[in-house]
């Protein structure tokens, strides 16, 4: 077994490897160059996240612009502090837009919806978004629906 | 030639509770034959593993060319292993190797020297055995003896010092056997060697050594010229050189009295 | 009873042993010093026979069971209308669990057996001794190119597997069973993260083959230097890798994968 050979057939299951990898990568995770143009940092304070993950999709009008960078909760105020981090090329979020968890597909994943408003002044890094909507949760409904019902009842 | 090249001072090597042997004294001279020999596992491998510097003896030391191979660093026992050469019983070729690299392999490890050098000397030594020829066989192509020549030319190619034999003549014919002797006889004659045979085979060995220590349960039993040992009067030493079926070594592996087995004694 | 007890404590003592000998086996080896005049031509050798000669089990078998997956999977999901996560379905997966694991079992069951008998037949033969006696440290050339070829042919391995295996999911799900190709793809790539996908898989294989050669080489250079010695040790090599595979599957995507 001749030695160049072997070393040139090693060499192209290396690289058979490397662009099994790369092709991984690129087609089935969607790996896209774009990614690096970097981002900027949004905070959002929700009553309810409702099962917001971490990872979860940030987007404006549907169109993915950011991540969901952490979830934790604000001792002082008693709410969720969402931390997001927004695309860079997205620098249009004005001070007045509402920042709504939607949900999303059949399995119900949980998103961040933000509605551009209409205000001068547009939100740089570390600014906060204030108008918010938290999560929709089943519970809270049906009891509203029953009290509504009740009170109706009640009226009669 | 009276200095000894190889000098083993009460010796004794223990594996787990089982002692192998204790306080074993021999001694190679330089350009000597020596053979050593006993009955199966009495230690004769173990004991060329001590030499070799791949086991360490519980006690005692091990000289060869006055150092002690138990305690040397590690670049000393591979300047020590140049001078040695050593034939195992399988030839121990390396499989994944021809012939040609097999016996250029010591060159390799121990030399820089450039590769024509390399392809001289390489050839030459298997001419030496009569397998220049064979040179590029692999050795699963190889025959037995063919395996063990090549193994032979590859422990003599560095042209050392000391060579030692693990069982040459085990499972040969008897033609085989007689030319494997007289090539162990002359190379030792015709290159200053000294020589270190581990055999079962009595005639042949003694007609080509000049000293014979016989080993058997764990100490030597014979040592010295081969007349001397060929007719020594310990029952062990002659048991093994007559080749005799019952003596020391017992015939009967240890049992109850056949009557009693058979369920007779009782009648007595 | 006592007896048990006894025979019960010994055999614990005796795989401490054993696998204090491994550990020690594989540092050794490990650490001896580098070979740079023969250690990348040896190591080329093993990448060989460990990587490129298992390339046929684990193409034919990721085809297969691609294929399997996205079938089976298209049956459940087009029972609540969402057949168009299948492509999500097979290639979290693959890429999680069943390529890696998967890959390494066949690996251990090919190269990491064959790599025991070696091994094993060498020390019965003699070669691992006649190597020192000639002044070479089998470790450093025997021992040491197999484990590091073992740890890089793995992850390679496994990524091929993927690959195969998806593209045998498409062929079924997309051009057989009719799934939208572009919701298959696009919906693969929103789910499959990289780092945690993609990256997480390779480092399994690097430590599933790592685990295995391990395993393999120790049997080998451990063997009772008899046929049945050689047989046994074989058989041990592929139980005891196969087994460590699956346990430490467990355990790496607890790590992982687990909820926080």
């Known amino acids: 077994m001749q030695t160049r050979n072997i070393e040139i057939i090693v060499g192209a299951f290396m690289l058979a490897g490397i662009l099994s990898v790369a092709w991984l990568g690129i087609q089935v995770s969607g790996l896209t160059m774009q990614e690096s143009t970097g981002s900027y940092k949004l905070t959002a304070y929700f009553n309810n996240i409702g099962g917001l993950t971490e990872r979860g999709k940030v987007t404006i009008a549907g169109v993915l612009v950011g991540r969901v960078a952490s979830i934790d909760l604000d001792p002082i105020s008693v709410r969720a502090r969402v931390e997001l981090h927004i695309d860079n090329s997205v620098d249009y979020i004005t001070e007045d837009s509402i920042a709504s968890i939607k949900t999303a597909g059949v399995l119900g994943e949980k998103y961040v919806s933000i509605a551009i408003g209409g205000a001068e002044d547009v939100l740089g890094n570390g600014d906060v978004i204030h108008d918010t909507q938290s999560a929709f949760v089943l519970e809270d409904l049906i009891g509203t629906v029953l009290s509504t019902l009740f009170n109706e009842k009640a009226e009669e | 030639m009276a200095d000894n090249l190889i000098e083993i001072r009460d010796v004794s090597v223990a594996r787990g509770n089982r002692v192998l042997f204790s306080d074993v004294n021999l001694d190679i001279p330089r350009g000597s034959v020596t053979a050593i020999m006993g009955p199966s596992g009495c230690g004769k491998t173990t004991l060329l593993r001590l030499i070799g510097g791949q086991l360490r003896a519980s006690s005692g030391t091990v000289l060869v060319e006055g150092q002690d191979v138990g305690r040397i660093s590690r670049q000393d026992m591979f300047a020590l292993r140049r001078r040695m050469g050593m034939l195992f019983q399988s030839g121990a070729l390396f499989t994944d190797l021809s012939v040609y690299e097999n016996v250029a392999f010591p060159l390799r490890v121990h030399t820089s020297l450039p590769e024509s050098m390399i392809r001289d000397l390489v050839l030459m030594k298997l001419d030496a055995v009569g397998l220049r020829g064979a040179r590029e066989l692999m050795p699963s192509e190889l025959s037995g003896g063919m395996s063990r020549r090549a193994a032979l030319a590859r422990a003599i190619i560095l042209d050392p010092e000391l060579i030692i034999y693990d069982e040459p003549f085990a499972g040969q014919d008897p033609i085989s056997m007689g030319m494997l002797a007289s090539l162990i006889a002359r190379l030792n004659k015709a290159l200053g060697l000294t020589t270190i045979i581990v055999s079962h085979d009595v005639d042949e060995t003694a007609a080509i050594a000049d000293y014979i220590h016989v080993i058997a349960d764990g100490a030597i039993r014979g040592q010295g010229p081969t007349e001397q040992v060929i007719n020594s009067e310990d029952p062990r030493v002659q048991q093994f050189v007559r080749g005799l079926p019952d003596g020391p070594v017992p015939f009967h592996y240890p049992a109850e009295p056949l009557l009693a087995d058979l369920g007779l004694e009782s009648h007595a | ?260």
């Open chain 3, 1 to 260: 009873m006592i007896d048990y007890l006894q025979r019960l404590g010994a055999s614990g003592l005796a795989t401490l042993q054993t696998l204090g000998r491994a550990t020690v086996l594989w540092w050794q080896a490990m650490t001896c010093a580098p070979d740079w005049r023969n250690g990348p031509g040896l190591l080329a050798r093993q990448l060989y026979f460990v990587g490129v000669y298992s390339l046929l089990i684990i193409v034919v078998s990721g085809l297969f069971i691609g294929m399997v997956l996205s079938l089976q999977g298209y049956t459940v999901l087009v029972r609540f209308g969402a057949a168009e996560a299948l492509g999500q379905l097979v290639s979290l997966s693959l890429l999680r669990e069943l390529g890696p694991v998967v890959a390494a079992l066949l690996f251990a069951g090919r190269a990491g057996s064959a790599m025991t008998a070696e091994i094993g037949l060498m020390k019965a033969t003699e070669q691992l001794a006649a190597m020192e006696m000639i002044g070479v440290d089998p470790l450093r050339r025997v021992i040491r190119p197999r484990l590091l070829a073992g740890m890089l042919a793995m992850p390679v391995l496994a990524q091929i597997f993927n690959v195969v295996a998806i593209w045998g999911a498409v062929m079924v799900g997309v051009h057989w069973l009719g799934v939208d190709a572009g919701s298959f793809w696009s919906n693969m790539q929103n789910v499959v993260d990289f780092d945690e996908d993609v990256i997480n898989g390779v480092i399994k294989s690097f430590v599933f083959g790592a685990v295995i050669t391990w395993i393999a080489v120790h049997q080998g250079y451990d063997v009772v230097p008899t046929s049945e010695g050689i047989a046994a040790a074989t058989t041990r090599t592929v139980v005891y890798s196969s087994l460590a595979v699956l346990a430490l599957d467990f355990l790496l995507t607890a790590v992982m994968f687990g909820v926080d």
